[in-house]
């Protein structure tokens, strides 16, 4: 349970789960141009971009949920106080985290992928110009929405067991299908910002004037999801307050914990 933690290991956990996700999954895009070389970027590699988020998502749903929730998302995170499933005061520190760790995490790409990482564009997320802006909005928000309420329906407490990290990591893989061609499917937050300071900070070219459009979408995103799933699954046995959150690997036991008798 997360109440056995202290908050130092929660924020550690969120640091280091942000991290290995933009390391893995957005280092798999530069990766990609790496290998591909002058050949043309085909559905088949952005098929093996998804399936390396997902990959990892899954990992650290099962490494970290026990520690800290594994929200690895300010989207997520803010959902989950949107809900009551998570303190309000404890949503700052969760999100800077996440945001400090996916800055580790693109420095970790330049680093072993070296300086070519940054001159392909180090997997920052991007919309052409001939994306419209509200077309790239909708694109992050309903992305996002399908994530986080994904999230809320494998931790409810009627849930399979066992399958919240596997049900997260495929919908992952799903959204960056179709979303992907749009917007680079960042549906997180800090999966934005951290490469994109890493991406500035290494000389690269960021369009700073889209990132309102991803922070605002993926946001509000999230605090809806967990709105409209409310909406749709609270009965009486569902009422709960707000405790150190909610491991996403096992969150049966954890739910029960917080809930109100």
Do not use: C
């Amino acid at each position: 349970m997360l109440d056995e933690t202290s908050m130092a290991q929660r924020l550690t956990a969120e640091f280091i789960g942000t991290a290995f996700l933009v390391f893995i999954g957005v280092g798999s895009i530069p990766a990609t141009l790496i290998v591909n070389g002058s050949a043309p970027f085909t559905f088949a590699d952005l098929g093996m971009i998804s399936f390396a988020f997902a990959l990892i998502v899954i990992a650290t749903v099962y490494a970290f949920g026990h520690i800290g929730g594994n929200h690895i998302n300010p989207a997520v995170t803010v959902g989950l106080a949107v809900s009551g499933k998570f303190p309000w005061n404890q949503v700052p520190a969760y999100i800077g985290a996440q945001v400090l760790g996916a800055t580790a995490g693109a420095g970790a790409i330049i680093g072993v992928l070296g300086h070519k990482a940054s001159t392909l564009g180090l997997g920052v997320a991007h919309y052409g110009s001939s994306v419209p802006v509200a077309q790239a909005f909708f694109a992050e928000f309903i992305g996002t929405f399908i994530l986080v309420f994904t999230v809320f329906g494998v931790i409810h407490r009627k849930a399979a067991a066992g399958f919240a990290g596997v049900a997260i990591g495929f919908v992952v893989f799903a959204v960056i299908m179709v979303v992907g061609p749009v917007t680079s499917s960042s549906i997180n937050p800090a999966r934005t910002i951290g490469p994109m300071l890493v991406q500035q900070f290494s000389g690269g070219s960021v369009l700073w004037h889209q990132l309102p459009v991803y922070l605002i979408s993926e946001l509000v995103a999230g605090g809806v999801a967990a709105v409209v799933y409310g909406l749709i699954s609270t009965t009486p046995a569902d009422r709960s307050v707000a405790g150190p959150g909610i491991d996403l690997g096992d969150p049966a036991e954890s739910t029960y914990a917080h809930s109100a008798n």
